[in-house]
């Protein structure tokens, strides 16, 4: 029979332990080792079998089970000292408290995706994961940060493996009353709901879920109501599910729906109004139009409202790769905007915002990427060398500037300590170093530790994680088919005394997944190497379109069907944070080989290596700034031009190499330099006498050094210094007195843009320069510039000065600002500056005329530029 009403009833519980309904509602338990520790002691087995997820685990307790642990007189001490530390967590003063009042009063965060605990699977991969340690550093700092996402019903696809080793998909759908979070509620008790016009007089609505992650609200729309029709209740089905209009109207809820949440939020709570907006990825965009929409609703013009919205929006691209970046057909968004998204904006205006009229670009298309960099008067790409392939992908939104001065920032991403450093690394490191040093990642004094101890701590790390791979394979054959009967070889896979590499991420092409089968039979020779074996574990989803990440998984996994290596290498379904967690500290290397320079950061290396993993990868992402020689191995990447086949079998050869002649060796002792005199290899497998020092003092230093630089506490810090008090800054002077400053500033930028082509440097003198100058030589430079209509205070005169390529490239280059020295009359004007030779060699030096405005972050900000001649 169907339920013909479904009434969810909440766990009252006894006022002794009433505590613990707070601490399960706020996710701070899935980084805080002692509250999830409590979880797990109210009933061991009950706790495993909701995967560790407190809300579920309360729900399953009845009344006399609640009745025995109110009787527990150590649970209710404990209950009672956790519930005051929660609350001292979330109310006293953190590092952002000690800025001041430059630090913003509240920013809002937009993200698709969040990755917080696998209790709540509303992620994919690297972005959301991301996201949710952005969210748990800033609440460890005190950053006051409101989220925003959506509630997918079905979050991301569970995979498993079909006989023949093809990836299936199931989509198990999410109860949220059964989930760690709230409904966002009027006064009268009724849900609170948001609302957008959709085409045809229909509307989509949306409720507002919120979870707890430690200090942050993190509000999740949700559209699978009885407020909607059918079509608009599946909005929110998926992450990433559909394309074209789904999609779109999934990134309309999240960045228009978004900001209305946050007005609701704030109408409710009191909560201050956010003064920087943070777009994580191009998705949520459409934030930025339904705020220009309120500001014009309020009076301001297009422009007014534009400059206003800029200032204080902060925008991050993720991805150095065309197809990751969401793209839309113009008439379609233009299709949504017709139906009253907002009435008062105008549509050509919009649909300007996306649309990639540069060279290369296509008319018809709305690209959310090229919105955000136009929304957002600061940017950032994820890695430095992100920036600087993010600079160049986008230059054209900049043409006249040279790729350097385009005006995309970087920061590193980083990741969470307390999330994803293992339980006993973080025990070890507070026996060793005190409580603090653990949150902060700090391990400088990791080179005092004994080596047997650390060895002893990565062997227990590697053993733990054998266990899981034993019982995930185990698990996975039986859905593959196979009888109990006919896995007794599973309980033998792996081994606790082998070098262990680790490879697990998403399976887009351009990670590779497969390099590593390159040559199968040189693979073979190096897992099953008689002194210095390996063994590799492999993880990953393939985004379900892409048949050909699916093949990828195939070979792969049939590569280690095979029963000649199958003890040796693995691939496990259903790649996780929980499964994270456990694989990142067992592995002694975590493998990365993307396609140079398509991984924008990669994290997954920095969790392994705040375990005390070593990373051996191609210098891409975060790895190309922090490798150092010591910290890891480099794979080194075919020359430019390479044919993508040569490619790969060129860095697969060199990866190859350097696991028989480098990793392999050193992690068992015997590499010859180090072992000149020693007795001949240690028999793997038993416990060898001889420790590989140079592994361990690799691990302490990758340990001390790399881990305060990897960790989201810096990269967060990164983000409040460099990007959010800025835009603070610039928000809090573009809104002064009625906007004045926006006002202004886009009057100017109207002014500007119309008199820039009547803007010239007519001619250029160098005076009292010789023929052959030598260092230390002044010389002065005089520049004869018509400025039309504009005021010599509007606009920079810059002399440019570097080294001079073959090509008459200027580089290195160092930027002058030329001094108004007289007025010619009819609007030209002569500027000038003194210039000293400092540097021997060539040199030679530009001029140029760009636009000033005490508003503006950079010269390159309008893209307006005339260089002299
Ligand atoms: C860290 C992490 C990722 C991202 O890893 P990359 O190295 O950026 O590809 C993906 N999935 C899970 C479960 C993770 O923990």
Redesign the pocket.
Known sequence: MKAIRRFTVRTVLPAAISGLGHLASNLRWSWHEPTAQLFHDLDPDAYQAVGGDPVALLGQFDRAKLDALAADASIVERVTQLTADLDRYLTEPRWCQSLGDTAPKSIAYFSPEY?ITAALPQYS??LG?LAGDHLKSASDLGVPIVAVGLLYQAGYFKQALSRDAWQQESYPVLDPDGLPLSLLREADGSPSVVSLPLPDGRHLNAYIWRADVGRVPLLLLDSNIPNNDDAARQITDRLYGGGGDHRLQQELLLGMGGVKALRTFSRLTGAPAPEVFHTNEGHAGFLGIERIRELMDYGLSWGEALTAVRASTVFTTHTPVPAGIDRFQALQVGHFFRAGLAPNVPLESILALGAENYEGGDPATFNMAVMGLRLGQRANGVAKLHGKVSRSMFSGLWSGFDVDEVPIASVTNGVHVPTWVDPKIAEFAATHFGRSAVSDGDWSRAADVDDAELWGLRRELRVQLIEDVRARLRASWIKRGASDAELEWTKNVFDPDVLTIGF???VPTY?RLTLMLRDPDRLKRILLHPEHPVQIVVAGKSHPADEAGKKMIQDLVRFTDDPEVRHRIVFLPN???K??RTLFPGCDVWL?NPLRPLEA?????M?AAINGALNLSVLDGWWDEMYDGENGWAIPTAPNGTSSEARDDFEASALYTLIENTVAPRFYGTETTENAGAAGPSEHGTAGTELPHTWIHMIKHTLSDLGPKVSATRMVQDYVNQLYIPATEAGRKASADEFAAARELSHYIDRVRGSFRNVHVEHVESVGIDEEPSLGDTFRINAYVRLADLAPEEVEVQVLSGTVSVNDDLEDTTTHTLELSQPLGEGRFLYSMDMTLNHSGSFGYGVRIVPAHRLLASSAELGLVENAR
Do not use: E, L, Q
């Open positions: 990755g991969g690297g994961i697990a991420r998403r990670k790649y996780d944070m499964m994270a990365n950061c990669g994290t997954s290396g969790k």
